[in-house]
């Protein structure tokens, strides 16, 4: 989101409509004809539908105008210009709306930001699982619970953790509207107060590291960062009135996974702006004078959703709703995906064969990856789509520890992550993003690292609802080692 007041290049919403721009048959309810999967059953629908009506009248969390520059920016990451950095909790829950863990997570992107920025020398895409990731998807309705069959946690806008507490409620969908609404409002004053510049490496403590050189290799891009800094304040480089400099765009993102909360904040804008739409691009280019315009969906709870690994069936609900809004999206692709079915998602999903609208997030296992991500990636190219292809390695990689802790092991995470580098580039394509599921916080979820965390420390500070994070100081070990790949690569040697 930018932090400066946000001034659509497209009008805000409105009643008007010249004519519609969405796809062909689509229309804001045309997902409910469809089959859907990962669906609340609630007692009282009369409560649910009082609760979205309420929703439909609240104002919306995000803006047209920056839903259009990340789309933007997403369409540089296409075509090599950019990388994206995704990154945020498995699912939050509301207690994280809270200044510390904000803060912390704000800061970790943004380092984290800064790293790749330096290795890889392309501007980075930053864009937070967070501000509405409170949606659970679940293998099964039910779980045991203390020997007693319980519904699922399905996430803090469902159902509560506590076992006594695993009746969905209406109500908490509201609750995920007004946390998600604090959190953006804390985001953007901080990122307007210049929270940006704690991103600075000299405050950067790398005490946690325990290999003496892997901590030489992180200190001398450090260094380095700093001394780019330095240089860049001596010429005058970093006046504090350059936006690029005092300012950060931060996006917001989740999984699109409550399909009814979702269309409460998918709202009718009148599009004018030949850049915001390819149909009102195609009136400009006529020459015939006036650019018809029209009226465009945007989801405005978030900037970017994405859809799970199990809601995108061809024929269900949330591939219906999902290509109809002019949001970037975001789809999981993992072994259970065939290379012709791939295809046939982004022929769907991307009618207009946008670069950049679709994110490819590559999840299968570092195991896996050399078997399934080479077809994907030659059936995304005889397609045409110009697609962000970004790596997912926490997924696939989840395993139980001996104390029956749910962890991922980081050798494993950054297998797969150098492995599909390596594959992309074997094919002529290009890895244009990473997606992890990580918090700013000093949790114990997932071992190994610099930090070189044991399985009998998971205990220590275990504190996910969910699937594992990597906690602050393995989050920016993968920075450094991507930013070392990059850095390797300009000198053709290319192991991560």
């Not at 789309?71 to 709306?97: P, T, V």
């Not at 809601?311 to 012709?340: C, W």
């Amino acid at each position: 989101m930018s932090v400066s007041p946000a001034r659509s290049e497209t009008p805000t919403t409105t009643t008007a409509t010249p004519r519609t721009l969405a796809p062909e048959n689509w229309t804001p309810e045309s997902w409910t004809a469809k089959p859907i999967v990962q669906d609340v059953t609630y007692a009282d629908r009369p409560h649910l539908d009082r609760v979205l009506g309420k929703l439909r009248r609240l104002p919306p969390l995000v803006t047209p105008a920056e839903v259009d520059r990340l789309r933007s920016q997403l369409r540089e990451a296409a075509e090599g210009k950019r990388f994206l950095l995704q990154g945020g909790d498995c699912a939050e829950i509301f207690d994280y709306c809270s200044a510390d863990p904000i803060e912390n997570k704000l800061r970790v992107l943004l380092q984290m930001s800064l790293v790749l920025t330096w290795g890889a020398r392309t501007p980075v895409v930053r864009v937070a699982r967070m501000a509405g990731q409170y949606a659970k998807p679940r293998s099964k309705p039910t779980e045991v619970v203390d020997g007693v069959e319980i519904p699922s946690f399905r996430g803090d806008n469902v159902n509560g953790f506590d076992a006594a507490d695993r009746t969905p409620d209406p109500e908490r969908l509201l609750g995920a509207y007004f946390h998600s609404a604090a959190t953006l409002n804390y985001v953007r004053t901080l990122l307007s107060s210049g929270f940006a510049d704690l991103h600075h490496p000299s405050t950067w403590d790398l005490g946690h590291v325990k290999k003496h050189e892997v901590r030489q290799d992180y200190q001398a891009i450090v260094n380095r960062l700093t001394d780019a800094l330095d240089y860049m304040r001596t010429v005058g480089a970093d006046d504090p009135t350059a936006a690029t400099l005092a300012t950060v765009d931060m996006f917001v993102s989740h999984e699109g996974l409550l399909l009814e909360y979702e269309a409460t904040l998918t709202r009718p804008v009148n599009v004018t702006n030949p850049a915001a739409h390819p149909l009102v691009a195609a009136s400009a280019a006529a020459g015939s004078g006036a650019v018809e315009g029209g009226i465009a969906h945007y989801n405005l709870g978030a900037h970017f959703v994405w859809i799970g690994d199990r809601t995108r069936q061809l024929d269900g609900a949330h591939l219906e709703y999902f290509r109809g809004i002019r949001n970037p999206v975001g789809i999981k692709v993992g072994p259970s995906m065939a290379a012709d079915e791939l295809v046939r998602v982004l022929d769907f999903v991307d009618p207009f064969r946008e670069p950049g609208k679709v994110t490819l997030i590559s999840r299968y296992g570092s195991e896996n990856v050399a078997k399934y991500l080479p077809a994907h990636i030659a059936a995304v190219q005889r397609s045409g789509h110009v697609v962000v292809w970004c790596s997912d390695p926490m997924h696939g990689n989840t395993e139980t520890a001996p104390s029956g802790h749910k962890t991922r092991r980081f050798d494993r995470i950054i297998g797969e992550l150098s492995e599909s580098l390596r594959i992309h580039k074997h094919a002529g394509s290009r890895l244009g993003g990473v997606h992890l599921e990580l918090t700013g916080d000093k949790v114990t979820e997932c071992v190994g690292g610099s930090m070189d965390l044991q399985p009998h420390e998971l205990a220590v500070n275990y504190q996910t609802h969910c699937d594992p994070r990597l906690n602050y100081q393995q989050a920016l070990d993968v920075s450094f080692l991507v930013a070392k790949y990059y850095e390797r690569e300009r000198s053709s040697i290319v192991t991560l």
